[in-house]
């Protein structure tokens, strides 16, 4: 007798983030980044080519919520660092399209002037300077409000940052900004990208997703239901809202009016295309003037050839 090996377990999901404090800088382009003289570069290969990697100054655009964020040099290397500005290398994947052409290199490219663009510097509290070891001890956090709410982000770097400061983490990346201790960066031209791609994802095949995206990572608890996928970083736990509702069927849309392009849930076989009522009403209405302008140009011109 055949038996069917796949099975469901039942699991519970937690989200209780890394705290964080986030602020909006503007970094500007001074240089290619040089190698250091440091013991550790000394080993590397002589002939090894540098880093396709940019120098940035950083200036922060409000010096009361950079003052949040504890940028502080290491007690052996003195005082405080000051908030005024910083310098941090950049690889030039992160820098935004349109500041650096991909033709300009190290060779052909020597002047900065005028380049420059918004990013946002965040301070984890436990300054680790690697991956976050400890669990966090703050409340738990609903990942899909938390989602929607990313989805629906104004496309700006303030608003970015606001949602940052609201939710935590956003993931495991850190740099040191002039000495300091570890920071972590956001880039929001890479933030936005990066939130169409996971809008596709949703919409998309399950099979996409699920073959290419991390694993839950399910652990075991003493209290039902005993299982537990629990995210502690923003960006993770979206991810693992994608694999979630893809493994439990959900299907989403994307709303077709061009300048809504809302998440919405299908829950009904119904061919649907707007997120809302009064998205489809709205598009309607677009429609028919559309229509009533195109046929009144097509009169206009055979009026005048009768006059």
């Known amino acids: 007798m ?4 796949n099975f469901e377990i039942p699991a519970k999901f937690a989200f209780r983030p890394y ?19 440091t013991r550790f570069w000394a080993l590397l290969p002589a002939d090894r080519p540098e880093p396709d990697t940019v120098l940035a100054r950083i200036d922060f655009l409000d010096p009361v919520i950079a003052s949040k964020i504890h940028l502080e040099k290491p007690s052996a290397m ?9 310098t941090v290398p950049i690889d030039r994947n992160h820098v935004p399209k349109g500041i650096l052409h991909p033709s300009e290199n190290r060779s052909n490219t020597h002047d900065f002037h005028g380049r420059n663009f918004e990013m946002i510097v965040g301070h984890y509290s436990q300054r680790l300077e690697f991956l976050p070891v400890d669990k966090p001890d703050g409340p738990l956090r609903d990942a899909r409000e938390m989602r929607r709410e990313y989805f629906d982000l104004e496309k700006k770097s303030s608003a970015l940052c606001d949602f940052l400061n609201r939710w935590g983490l956003w993931h495991r990346m850190f740099r ?21 791609e996971y809008r596709r994802a949703l919409v998309g095949t399950p099979r996409k997703w699920l073959t290419s995206s991390a694993p839950l990572k399910v652990e075991s608890i003493n209290e039902p239901p005993y299982f537990l996928v629990e995210r502690s970083i923003c960006m993770e736990a979206v ?8 493994l439990s069927n959900v299907k989403f849309g994307i709303c077709k009016r061009s300048d809504c392009r809302r998440l919405y849930e299908r829950r009904s076989r119904q061919k649907r295309l707007y997120c809302s009522p009064e998205c489809a009403h709205l598009a309607n209405v677009r429609k028919l003037r559309a229509k009533k302008k195109k046929t009144e140009s097509k009169k206009g011109p055979k009026r005048n050839a009768k006059g």
């Open 176 to 196: 040191r900004i002039s000495g300091t201790f570890p920071c972590t960066t956001v880039f929001p031209n890479q933030f936005w990208e990066q939130r169409e």
């Open 78 to 86: 003195g005082e405080i660092a000051s908030f005024d500005k910083y």
């Open 19 to 37: 705290r964080a404090s986030w602020a909006v800088c503007r970094a500007e382009l001074i240089g290619w980044w040089e190698r250091p003289t």
């Open 2 to 5: 055949a038996h069917n090996s």
């Open 239 to 246: 991810q693992a809202t994608i694999t979630i509702d893809h």
